[in-house]
């Protein structure tokens, strides 16, 4: 008779859950699982505001960094890439001494002088305001790939600045014509299966445009 009994009492504590689920009593597991209500409306005027169910402390971005810096301050959000360390660290400006970039610089025609010349004009075009508005994602977004692949750009930079304003051109032209090839065979990337010149033209085509850019550049200085 126990076990009868034991198998009674399972059956109606089952059936006992079951009946309090289907009439909205909330269960303990009910109770204890995590609310998966969003608190961003996006904009939508039927969506819930967020400002109503969002605590204050995370509301915004600034709070937001704020709040993570506060319970990690080794967080990916807030953390910097540490630009002078690694110049250092990479020994940099050694290396861009012992190439003699900058001397080959002024023989190109870009003196302190001429710099000094520029500043007002980059203003003018609004280059300055864009880097000093941009300081965050310039110092986490292009400075690494810029520092980290220095060791390799710098000795053909300066095999470049030997050769002058052509070798700009035509290491601009070169780009292109990559990117033409990978269009005109219609290459695919592999595993993803998108147009190779889709994908790698995000890069290749604003190098060409930099490196051309360039090599106006030069030309003009010595003109």
């Given amino acids: ?17 079951a009946f309090s689920t289907n009439f909205g009593v909330a269960s303990p597991a009910t109770m204890l ?4 209500h969003l608190y961003e409306n996006f904009g939508f005027d ?5 400002v109503e ?6 509301l915004g971005e600034a709070n937001y960094k704020k709040w993570v810096n506060g319970v990690d301050p080794n967080n990916m959000l807030n953390r910097q890439y540490a630009l002078f360390t690694r110049v250092r660290e990479l020994g940099l400006i050694e290396k861009t001494a012992e ?3 900058l001397s080959k610089l002024e023989k190109q025609g870009l003196t302190l002088e001429k710099t ?56 601009a032209a070169a780009v292109t014509g990559v990117e033409g090839l990978l269009f005109a065979n219609n290459i695919q990337v592999p595993f993803i299966g998108l147009p190779a010149g889709g994908v790698l033209g995000l890069v290749l085509i604003p190098l060409s445009v930099v ?9 003009s200085l010595k003109d």
Avoid: H, W
């Fill in 1 to 17: 008779m126990a076990p009868l009994a034991v198998l009674l009492a399972v059956a109606l504590a089952i059936d006992a859950a």
């Fill in 33 to 36: 699982r995590p609310s998966t």
């Fill in 46 to 50: 039927f969506a819930e505001d967020q």
């Fill in 53 to 58: 169910n969002t605590p204050q402390i995370i």
């Fill in 99 to 101: 190439l003699g970039v």
């Fill in 116 to 171: 000094e010349e520029l500043l007002p004009l980059l203003e003018q075009f609004g280059v300055l305001s864009l880097v000093g508005n941009n300081q965050q994602l310039l110092i986490n977004g292009v400075a690494p790939l810029a520092v980290e692949g220095a060791p390799f750009i710098l000795p053909v930079i300066a095999k470049a600045l030997d050769i002058g304003p052509p070798a700009f051109y035509g290491a």
């Fill in 211 to 219: 490196l051309g850019g360039v090599g106006v550049a030069l030309g």
